[in-house]
Nanobody, 120 residues
Framework: QVHLVESGGGLVQAGESLRLSCAAS????????MGWYRQAPGKQRELVAA???????NYADSLKGRFTISRDNAKNTVYLQMNNLKPEDTAVYYC??????????????WGQGTQVTVSS
């Protein structure tokens, strides 16, 4: 079994920054892609950013320049630095990881979600 634990969400004012973290643990052989999705009230879940084990990144076009994804492979942890936050960034942010387990199966795992609220 694999578990993802997120941290770093909270309430901030517009223009401020937050850094989200997501640590994976459990029966991990390798982690391929890791990243973040978000879901705002009444909206579909959308990709925020993803990063491969080789540090190749992919961002939602609307977030390029404000959000930065990174990972520490030794710690099985992915980070999301969010700068110049806007009220429309308010959402629950979910971490995901494409994991190859020690049993050599590949599965996407999800965190429980962390709330980010940006006030105007």
């Amino acid at each position: 079994q694999v578990h993802l634990v997120e941290s770093g969400g909270g309430l901030v004012q517009a223009g401020e920054s937050l850094r989200l973290s997501c640590a994976a643990s459990g029966s991990i052989f390798a982690i391929n892609a890791m990243g973040w999705y978000r879901q705002a009230p009444g909206k579909q879940r959308e990709l925020v950013a993803a990063i491969t084990s080789g540090s190749r990144t992919n961002y939602a076009d609307s977030l390029k320049g404000r959000f930065t994804i990174s990972r520490d492979n030794a710690k099985n942890t992915v980070y999301l630095q969010m700068n110049n936050l806007k009220p429309e960034d308010t959402a629950v942010y979910y971490c995901f990881a494409d994991v190859t387990t020690t049993g050599r199966t590949s599965t996407n795992y999800w965190g429980q979600g962390t709330q980010v609220t940006v006030s105007s």
